[in-house]
């Protein structure tokens, strides 16, 4: 098996922030910061989670429900992060709204009021699948 490396660049290290909102977060959170589930994998590729500090993360991850309340904390969030800066939507209701699209307070998909680079699909999602979104948005940024 070969081994995958991302080369980012050299001028700085990719580090994104979760924003987990519902049951996608807890996914996120166990590729994130579990050991043996993805972190070995994550640093390898050189990506660092950061906490409570948007200002250090170039990828925000939106995982779990954007309620229509939550919705301005996200925004400031996004406003935060420094240039270049990425988007990562993971799970249905981040998507799409998933079960709850039809209900009055679920904003329809954070693609509606962010640039969203990688929609990752699930209800939920395994952990695994972020490492691949995580390569996805790899090539695009590089190609």
Known sequence: MTELRLDWGTTYHVTVLDLGLACCGVEVM???????NGVDELAALGVTPVHGAPEQAHVL???????????PAVLATYAELPEPRYVL??????????PYWDSYCVTKGID???????AIPGCPPR????????VALHKLVTA
């Open 30 to 36: 166990a590729a994130l910061e579990g050991r043996g």
């Open 61 to 71: 991850i939106v995982s779990g429900t954007v309620t229509d309340v939550m919705l």
């Open 127 to 134: 952990p695994e699948a972020l490492l691949e979104g995580l």
């Open 89 to 98: 939507s993971v799970g249905a209701c981040s998507n799409t709204g998933g």
């Open 112 to 118: 509606q009021v962010l640039p969203v680079h990688v």
